[in-house]
């Protein structure tokens, strides 16, 4: 294993602390316990959002920390949920009196976990609602998920909710919004490589020098199935046929298309995987009027891609579309 | 070799396709010669700035055009300098009238095509100056290269000569200032990993699995030494001490501060890179007031990391700040 790190159980504390210190102009982190928050958190008034789940994924959540997103993340140990504690820390933090979202993606841990942390802020008198992201078609009940799990789809939910708190709608109108996006995104990924998770120091599963694995998960779960290496456009035929088949578009519909990268994916291979995903979906009548291609949840070192495809209306291109200031995702400020 | 890639030949054009599909609202592409160009140019009266170079570095060059940073990007293929052609093609759809700037990266077939692109682009009334920038200080002459290389700062002379454009200076006072960050930044890199170039099919240099090469160029030419895998901060301190003897610093001095990784290495890295680098600045009394940490100027998948520093001024630091829109970067828009 080579890594830029020093010991391996300061990864994420000497993540944060670096990563709040670059962006001192938007967040602060607390290390004890350990979260980030806005640098303005709380913001009296507003209802606030908070989101979490193991390290890893970077820039999710921290990354989405700022004015028109994210009031607040969580990051556990790596691939590990956070415990409630913080979680509980993280949404008093950003109670502003109007109530907290929590968005969870759906794994087991993460999933009870924001759940006893609600019920404690709940008991100190903080209103939480909590919104599932299952986005991710290729399987159902997977390792550490039961049901479909959360993947990339959850940066559109938090964008999304993120831009509708940030306009002064109330917790219920948040919370409608965040679940109206993820029942209208699906997500499929690919891997080429595993990745390497720095305490255990071996890759989480292994992959012939031909092979790759289709409808991987973001912490190497097994997807659908291990085929032998095609070109890209058919890999993009086989994921974005996944998502269309579980969510069929009428002709003249509109989407956002997410091409994201796992992490160690060179940029001119999204690009490429852009492309035809583009050309299918004009094909099938759909149009593309938003995009967004880059590295927003990854699986540490692993090389692949996963594609999402959000159904868009008026009232979620408009969310989109407002201003956003986070370290990661950043326009109209 | 596993890539999202179809046909080696084609990634090139591929990816710039699809770049500018995704990109629209910015960008458009050229494929007869290959450029990427602003949507909206030329801009009159304005000063163009063209960059380019070998494809394999993304997001630099094509993810930097748009408002505030480039006019236009000339992509080669992978890890190769594009020829005087589409060099040619880019500065004439750019001039505006004002003149046209080359921004070019110190390697022996970049420098002499641009040349020769100026030398045709002057022929035909179009009055081009050119910037070499050459900030690396690990090696002086190397594969590819008299001199130092060119290398992430790239990116900050490419987005301070732009706002400089923006704003409506002439030719000589843009070429002036990016001169003036040239002589102002230093960068030194380090690779765990070796890249595969898609149409050779195997990694450009071996390493062993405990070896690590400090001073690594951008196409995975030699730096200053081997040496076995050291944590982070060890790592750092060597890059950063190369970094500060070539250009010291007064107690004081105002400093940005680049974390750029190579393409495959997870961002938890790179904030870990940041933290010791933002310590060890402080503790020189040196004073780090802005940071920019992310993927900027990539060598494929290669596992690695690289610091930059620019010396700031008050004029250096407004430009850095006034409003940009790329793919790659956006603020203030």
Chains 1, 2 share one sequence.
């Not at 759906?106 to 802020?121: I, K, M, P, R, W």
């Not at 012939?208 to 409808?215: C, K, L, R, T, V």
């Amino acid at each position: 294993m080579k890594k830029l790190i020093n010991d391996p159980k300061n990864v994420v504390a000497e993540a944060v602390s670096g990563f709040a210190q670059a962006h001192s102009d938007i967040v602060r982190a607390e290390l004890d316990p350990v979260f980030v928050v806005r640098a303005d958190a709380p913001r009296s008034g507003k209802v606030g959002i908070v989101s979490g789940g193991g390290s890893g994924h970077e820039p999710l959540h921290a990354g989405f920390v700022g004015f028109g997103m994210l009031d607040a993340a969580v990051p556990g140990p790596v691939f590990t949920s956070p415990t409630p504690d913080p979680i509980v820390a993280a949404t008093k933090a950003v109670d502003g009196g109007a109530g907290v979202l929590h968005i969870v993606k759906n794994y087991t841990g993460d999933v009870l976990n924001f759940e006893t942390a609600a019920d404690l802020a709940g008991a100190e008198g903080i209103e939480v609602v909590s919104v599932i992201v299952d986005d991710d078609v290729a399987v159902k009940d997977s390792l550490y998920t039961a049901g479909r799990r959360g993947v990339a789809g959850t940066v559109l939910v938090e964008k999304i909710a993120g831009a509708a708190a940030e306009r002064g709608d109330n917790l219920a109108a948040v919370a409608a919004v965040a679940a109206t996006v993820n029942s209208r995104v699906r997500t499929m990924g690919v891997a080429l490589t595993p990745c390497v998770v720095p305490h255990a120091g071996e890759p989480s599963f292994t992959l012939a020098d031909d092979e790759i694995e289709i409808g991987i998960g973001i912490h190497g779960e097994p997807g659908r199935e291990r085929i032998k290496l095609e070109p890209a456009d058919a890999i993009v035929d086989r994921l974005l046929g996944a998502i269309l088949e579980d969510m069929p578009f009428e002709a003249g519909e509109e989407a956002l298309l997410l091409v994201n990268g796992m992490g160690g994916t060179p940029q001119v291979e999204l690009y490429i995987v852009y492309r035809r995903a583009a050309e299918l979906l004009a094909e099938r009548g759909v149009k593309v009027t938003r995009s967004l291609v880059g590295n927003f949840t990854t699986s540490l070192e692993m090389q692949g891609a996963s594609i999402s495809v959000l159904k868009l209306d008026a009232e979620l291109t408009e969310l989109w579309d407002a201003p956003v200031q986070t370290a990661a995702l950043r326009w109209g400020r």
